[in-house]
Structure formats: structure tokens, C-alpha cells
């Protein structure tokens, strides 16, 4: 993982900042929505949109994953599929390991890091898309709001990710996984009437 303050970290945050900005407006101009149109769909604001396609905002997170609903793709869409692009946000970092396209479904693979006491909320994805993840150190407790389980090192967790879910570190110490998303082929978009 870079280490913040260096030359070689801030330089690959910028380089992923343009990647997603232009990944992003490419993504909005193919499906013909507006600056309004996205930022309305997505929940955030306009000026805060037109700043991350332009690689003046890092995002975050929750904002890719807030972008990634209305513009019916996968994460990885969104960072370029860039093997190592790294996006973090409330004390989570994730880091693209590869994702592979099959004819039947995109499967991206993370690494993630989650700060001690950190909880990581998700919306809602794509009916079918499906969520594993191997804790490697510590201990959380994730799935679905309303059916969350707990794992430590060593442990897997499935779970549907087509309704809102979250990821929390128990205890005082940071936790780590690997994150596997599958996603359908086809997956139709979330309506764009939907709260993100």
C-alpha cells in the first residue's frame, strides 16, 4: 500500500483521480445524462460531480459506489479497470485487485482495509450481485442491515448484495479481506427515480 506523503502516492491518487473523472463523464455522455440528471440520481451534488470529471476530486467510496447504481456498472467500471487503483473513504481503502469479464458475469477482486471501529454502509446493487469476503486479519461484521453475521481471520462470508449492507471492524483493531463482487451480466440499472 503507498505510503501517504510520498512522491509515488501522490502521483498515483492523481492518476486515479483522472482515470475515474473521465471514466465517469464517459460513462454519464454514453447513456445521455446531464450533469443534474447524474448528480440528482446519485445523491450527490453537481458541483461536487462536474469537480471529480474534471480530476479535481478524489472520490470516495461511497460515491462511486452512489454513481455506480444510476449508471448500472460495476465498481470497477468506474475505475478504468485499473489493476491497483485505490479509492478510500471513512476509514476503508480499497484496493483493485483484477476483475475478469465472463459471459455471464464481471467478478472484480479488492483488498480491503478498514480502520478499527470503521463502519463501510452500501447501498443497494443490481438484482443478483452477489458479495464475498475472506477476513485475512481482525474481525467485522457484515452483510445485509437487517441480517449482519460476524467473521475473524480465516472466515468467509456470501452474501446478496441487492439490498443495503455494511461492513463494520469490531474491537480496537483494523481489519483486512478480500472482497469478491460478482455481478450479472446485463444487470439492468437501478430505476433512476430510486434514492441512492
Known amino acids: 500500500m503507498p505510503v501517504p506523503g510520498t512522491h509515488g502516492a501522490t502521483a498515483s491518487s492523481a ?26 440520481a446519485a445523491g450527490i451534488g453537481k458541483a461536487s460531480l462536474s469537480e471529480l470529471e474534471a480530476g479535481r ?4 467510496l461511497s460515491t462511486l459506489y452512489a454513481l455506480a447504481a444510476p449508471l448500472g456498472v ?14 478510500s473513504g471513512g476509514g476503508v481503502t480499497a484496493r483493485l485487485l483484477d476483475v475478469r469479464h465472463h459471459p455471464d458475469s464481471t467478478v472484480e477482486t ?19 450481485v452477489r458479495e464475498h469476503l475472506v477476513v485475512v486479519r481482525g474481525a467485522l ?20 448484495a441487492d439490498v443495503p449492507h455494511h461492513y463494520a471492524a469490531l474491537g480496537d483493531e ?3 479481506g478480500i472482497l469478491v463482487i460478482v455481478t450479472p451480466a446485463g444487470i439492468p440499472s437501478r430505476d433512476r427515480s430510486d434514492p441512492p
Open 141 to 160: 461484521q457484515l452483510g445485509p442491515d437487517t441480517q449482519p453475521c460476524e467473521a475473524v481471520a480465516g472466515e468467509h462470508v456470501a452474501f446478496d
Open 57 to 60: 476530486r478524489n472520490a470516495t
Open 174 to 176: 483494523p481489519a483486512e
Open 110 to 128: 479488492y483488498v480491503m482495509h478498514f480502520a478499527a471501529g470503521e463502519v463501510r454502509h452500501s447501498p443497494s446493487h443490481g438484482a443478483g
Open 15 to 40: 492518476d486515479t483521480s483522472l482515470r475515474v473523472g473521465a471514466r465517469v463523464r464517459r460513462l454519464r455522455e454514453d447513456r445521455g445524462l446531464s450533469l443534474s440528471a447524474l448528480a440528482r
Open 74 to 87: 460495476p465498481l470497477a467500471a468506474l475505475l478504468d479497470e485499473a489493476v491497483g487503483a485505490e479509492v
